[in-house]
Nanobody, 121 residues
Framework: QVQLVESGGGSVQPGGSLRLSCAVSGSIFRINAMGWYRQAPGKERELVARITRGSETNYADSVKGRFTISRDNAKNTVYLQMNSLKPEDTAVYYC???????????????WGQGTQVTVSS
């Protein structure tokens, strides 16, 4: 019913930048909060950044000042601009969205399939 498709991952040298995108499609009435999470090998998935429908944001301390989350409600898309990347940012990045479904208004959280970000020299 709802699909999230991420793009923009890849490999970059330390200090470089990447921009992730996540497009949400399907039987959507409204998208509430959207977020980016990441999971490094051997570690649990952690919150990177989150944005409400009204564009209020919060960030993990480890990315504050380097990453910026934004959204385009008309395109049902959330972005993550990542600057000054460090090797410790290497992980699979997942987007999620709190979606109210068309017709039923049932709200559920949906996840993308993940995109790999590798920061290495």
């Amino acid at each position: 019913q709802v699909q999230l498709v991420e793009s923009g991952g890849g490999s970059v040298q330390p200090g470089g930048s990447l921009r992730l995108s996540c497009a949400v499609s399907g039987s959507i009435f409204r998208i509430n909060a959207m977020g980016w999470y990441r999971q490094a090998p051997g570690k649990e998935r952690e919150l990177v950044a989150r944005i409400t429908r009204g564009s209020e944001t919060n960030y993990a301390d480890s990315v504050k000042g380097r990453f910026t989350i934004s959204r385009d409600n008309a395109k049902n898309t959330v972005y993550l601009q990542m600057n000054s990347l460090k090797p410790e940012d290497t992980a699979v990045y997942y987007c999620n969205a709190d979606v109210a479904l068309r017709w039923t208004l049932q709200e559920s959280v949906y996840w993308g399939q993940g995109t790999q970000v590798t920061v290495s020299s």
